[in-house]
């Protein structure tokens, strides 16, 4: 008893609640400093791309090809269809097996493979997006003999699995148990089950995974210079080079020409605007499912 109150009347002392509550305010303080250095980055660079940018974005840009070599204007419609081009043909590859990945680790899990695939999906999820570039080149278009859009939406595909893998599976895992058993208890086979019922209830968080990859694959340039390669001329033929805009500012950015370097300014401001969007679709679909769970 008197080792007790000796102790509460230690925390009772006004020096320690006021010493207490300093150490309180200088580490809150400390945070809001941290929280406002982390997001200054990400605020100067969207008003230095929109500053250097918006003065070439307007109609023209959406619906106008490229100019020649020393003709001012011109737009990059082009690499906006080819980069929505080459995301479609990601997803058609990502999506699909990122999901099944997710559900066979999950649902499936407890053997040697279902470790292997985690492994190497946190290993992919590693691996710099070059190599990947490198790794279709090889694949698609050493085989192919010539670069071509099937083998960008090839790479930005496999980009998109470690994302989608891991989401799926961390979505699955927070389903409860007993909703399965439910399903089971009344004859539902395990693949129904799994479908209708567990797969239909993460789904809320599987397609934030899904629009973070996409987000993701949309703006990398490293693999696309080693597959789609690029294309200054309107093209959809999945089996020709095709024209992107991460491609298009790269080549933009670093040419002699000034009215190209606003081009390649304006393509960065869409494209950060498209990351924007689909960030900003992520965080809806995610408040709106926390708020049903509340």
């Known amino acids: ?66 100019k020649p070599v020393g003709e001012a204007g011109g737009g990059m419609a082009n690499g906006i269809v080819g980069t929505l081009i080459l995301i479609s043909l990601g997803s058609i590859i990502g999506i699909p097996v990122g999901i099944l990945a997710g559900i066979y680790v999950t649902e499936y899990s407890g053997g040697i493979f279902s470790n292997l695939i985690k492994f190497v999906t946190d290993v992919l999820s590693g691996v710099p997006s070059i190599i990947i570039g490198i790794f279709a080149y090889g694949v698609i278009v050493i085989p192919m003999q010539g670069f071509s859009a099937l083998a960008g939406g090839f790479a930005l595909g496999i980009l998109m699995i470690p994302t989608i893998t891991r989401i799926t599976e961390e979505m699955l895992k927070l389903v409860p148990q007993s909703l399965r058993e439910a399903s089971l208890a009344l004859g539902v086979s395990r693949w129904k089950t799994t479908l209708q019922i567990v797969l ?89 499912k926390f708020a049903n769970k509340v």
């Open 1 to 66: 008893m008197e080792e007790n109150k000796a102790h509460t009347s230690v925390f009772a002392k006004p020096k320690n609640l006021k010493r207490r509550k300093i150490v309180n305010s200088i580490m809150l303080s400390l945070c809001v400093v941290a929280a406002v250095i982390s997001i200054l980055p990400l605020f100067y660079i969207f008003f230095y791309t929109t500053k250097s940018g918006i003065s070439s974005l307007n109609l023209d840009f959406f619906t106008q090809m490229p």
């Open 200 to 288: 239909r209830t993460a789904s809320g968080g599987i397609i934030t995974g899904i629009l973070l990859a996409i987000a993701r694959a949309a703006g990398e340039t490293a693999p696309l210079l080693f597959t789609a390669f690029g294309n200054r001329f309107w093209s959809t033929d999945l089996n020709q080079p095709i024209a992107s805009l991460p491609v298009q500012i790269f080549n933009y950015a670093i040419s002699p020409f000034d009215d190209w370097h606003k081009q390649a300014w304006a393509g960065a401001l869409v494209l950060i605007s498209l990351v924007f969007i689909v960030n900003l679709i992520v965080r809806i679909v995610t408040r709106d």
